[in-house]
């Protein structure tokens, strides 16, 4: 399933332990829609997905229903999940041997 599409629409999702809402923007950043589905209990423990299985279905769910299939997608993560760290990468490590984002 790509959620990167053509860049006319972009959908924004906040996933928290209870709900997952979303704000589907267009072009010029404009309001188009937004939505909320509620989550089931023990989906989603403390920012941590325990339900995986029930997540994507919820999910797979949400994209069909609100049309969000190939629309470009963003997530907010709370800031105690985030990592960032600087690293050097040898000269003569090729671009092909990287793995992506890179």
Request: hydrophobic fraction near 40%; charge should be positive.
């Amino acid at each position: 399933m790509s959620l990167l599409g053509n860049g006319k629409h972009q959908v924004h999702f906040a996933v928290k332990d209870r709900y997952i809402r979303f704000l589907k923007s267009g072009k010029n950043r404009s309001f188009l829609a937004y939505g909320q589905k509620c989550l089931p209990e023990g989906v989603i423990v403390e920012g941590q997905i325990k339900e995986r299985e029930t997540l994507e279905m919820i999910l797979d769910e949400i994209i069909g229903q609100w049309k969000l299939k190939g629309i470009r997608t963003s997530f907010s993560v709370p800031d105690s999940f985030v990592i960032l760290r600087k690293i050097s990468i040898p000269a003569e490590v090729m671009k092909e041997d990287l793995k992506e984002p890179f």
